[in-house]
């Protein structure tokens, strides 16, 4: 897919992997519309950058419907969704205070995985009625997961059950795509330097940075921009989760 003068939209959009991803779509000429649910920050960048904001709560079907209607009215259409819009929640499955609660849970695949399922839909059925270009190519979606869908950690159930559905989809939905010409693909982040670690102290920051094989740090939400780039030229890439962590492999704890 040519990323010049195609019509992007990137779902959680305003900060983190979502703002790198946008501004490096902007770089190489995309048509880019910003969904997210921070309407402060979506406002702001989109104002920085010249682009279109959506205000949008994955988990509601009708706000992610607009925002892809939003994209596909642009001049390059719907041609690159990325879904970037995610959260997380810490607490084992059961302890001294009883099992985990049922309502943190719901929320986390409510927003990592049923919002992922609701940007992939509304894009897919949208790019369906593209023209189709070189291979018959009329979409590339990219969707976010992370390495806890395979190293969840203490704590991490219902995280790790939420990435693992997003990277669970991603192969059926390229196949179910592929008669379309429209793309797949998922990027499964390691640790990576986004407004969720930077609250943290810097030394416990510098601490999990040397904890990764190489390169000893934390991944730039660049370096995430930069694949998600490159899955959209490759159009042989398709139906792939590509884990992004340095080698790292996640202990326990």
């Known amino acids: 897919m040519r990323i010049e003068g195609s019509g ?3 779902v959680g959009g ?4 979502g703002e790198a991803t946008v501004r490096a779509l902007h770089e190489q000429g995309a048509i880019v519309t910003i969904a997210d649910v921070n309407a402060e920050k979506g406002a702001a960048l989109s104002g920085e950058l010249g682009l279109e904001f959506v205000a949008c709560d994955v ?3 009708g706000q992610v419907e607009l925002a892809v209607q939003k994209a596909a009215e642009s001049d390059g259409g719907l041609r690159i969704a990325v879904c970037c819009a995610g959260t997380g929640w810490a607490q084992k499955i059961a302890g001294s205070k009883g099992p985990h609660p049922l309502m943190p849970f719901e929320t986390i695949i409510a927003i990592n995985l049923i919002g992922t399922f609701n ?3 509304f894009s897919a059925s949208a790019m369906i009625a593209n023209e189709p270009l070189d291979d ?3 979409g590339v979606c990219v969707n976010t997961a992370s390495i806890a869908a395979f190293d969840g950690q203490v704590g991490q159930v219902a995280y790790s059950a939420s990435k693992g559905g997003v990277v669970g989809m991603t192969l059926p939905t390229a196949r179910d795509l592929s008669q379309y010409g429209i793309r797949v693909n998922t990027i499964a982040p390691g640790l990576f330097d986004t407004p969720l670690l930077a609250a943290l102290p810097e030394e416990a920051r510098q601490a999990l940075g040397a904890g990764i094989p190489f390169p000893q740090r934390l991944g730039l939400p660049g370096e995430y921009a930069q694949l998600a780039c490159q899955i959209i030229e490759n159009r042989m890439l398709n139906g792939e989760t590509i884990r992004l962590d340095g080698a790292l492999r ?3 704890r």
């Open 8 to 10: 992007a939209l990137v």
């Open 14 to 17: 305003a900060s983190g992997l």
């Open 59 to 61: 988990r509601e079907e």
């Open 119 to 121: 940007a992939l839909r």
């Open 136 to 138: 018959g190519e009329r």
């Open 250 to 252: 996640m202990p326990p």
